[in-house]
T-cell receptor, first 111, second 116 residues
Framework: DGGITQSPKYLFRKEGQNVTLSCEQN?????MYWYRQDPGQGLRLIYY???????QKGDIAEGYSVSREKKESFPLTVTSAQKNPTAFYLC??????????FGPGTRLTVL | AQSVTQLDSQVPVFEEAPVELRCNYS??????LFWYVQYPNQGLQLLLK??????LVKGINGFEAEFNKSQTSFHLRKPSVHISDTAEYFC??????????????FGKGTHLIIQP
């Protein structure tokens, strides 16, 4: 079965901690993306990557970091510099010029 | 920079009635357009897309949308809704010049509420 997986489904973070959200795809897509969703805000782009070992900042990259060492994987780290990290995080992938397909999401809560 | 406006935050409709969810965008370049549906605590599912060609686009679950370049609109329609269509619907745009691989700009969503 081809698709996008995100783990964990729920994640809890203490103040001052870094946490890493996993995103894996087996669709052979070149491009991958991270979005943040807050109630009533729609989705906002954090980072995206069009090719391995390269990525670009989106609209709200401050306090986040990513890596793209493999085509299938695009992990997102939420650092302690992110002041309001509680949100629903969605990963997506696409071929260049195609529609984006989304994973099931990770809900991050700061305790 | 591009932006997307979904004109209604909430649309209540009776079951088996038609529905239209409105979406307007602004961009200085050619765009790709998308509608996604989200059920509670889940990811987004692609309903339909406009990349080029015919301005009337048919999608899954009986939905369709029409791209109107002069009015910069991409409204979503369904002739007869079902209880299972209750969900959040998002309109999104990307610039086609970069192959569409530079991320989507989303509207804030429209909550479709189907009443029996």
């Amino acid at each position: 079965d081809g698709g996008i997986t995100q783990s964990p489904k729920y994640l809890f973070r203490k103040e001052g901690q870094n946490v890493t959200l996993s995103c894996e795809q087996n669709l052979n897509h070149d491009a991958m993306y991270w979005y943040r969703q807050d109630p009533g805000q729609g989705l906002r782009l954090i980072y995206y990557s069009q090719i391995v070992n390269d990525f670009q900042k989106g609209d709200i990259a401050e306090g986040y970091s990513v890596s793209r060492e493999k085509k299938e994987s695009f992990p997102l780290t939420v650092t302690s510099a992110q002041k309001n990290p509680t949100a629903f995080y969605l990963c997506a992938s696409s071929i260049v010029g195609g529609a984006q397909y989304f994973g099931p999401g990770t809900r991050l809560t700061v305790l | 920079a591009q932006s997307v406006t979904q004109l209604d935050s909430q649309v209540p409709v009776f079951e088996e009635a038609p529905v239209e969810l409105r979406c307007n965008y602004s961009s200085s370049v050619s765009v790709y357009l998308f509608w996604y549906v989200q059920y509670p605590n889940q990811g987004l599912q692609l309903l339909l897309k406009y990349l080029s060609g015919s301005t009337l686009v048919k999608g899954i679950n009986g939905f369709e949308a029409e791209f109107n370049k002069s009015q910069t609109s991409f409204h979503l329609r369904k002739p007869s809704v079902h209880i299972s269509d209750t969900a959040e619907y998002f309109c999104a745009v990307s610039e086609s010049g970069g192959g569409g691989a530079d991320g989507l700009t989303f509207g804030k969503g429209t909550h479709l509420i189907i009443q029996p």
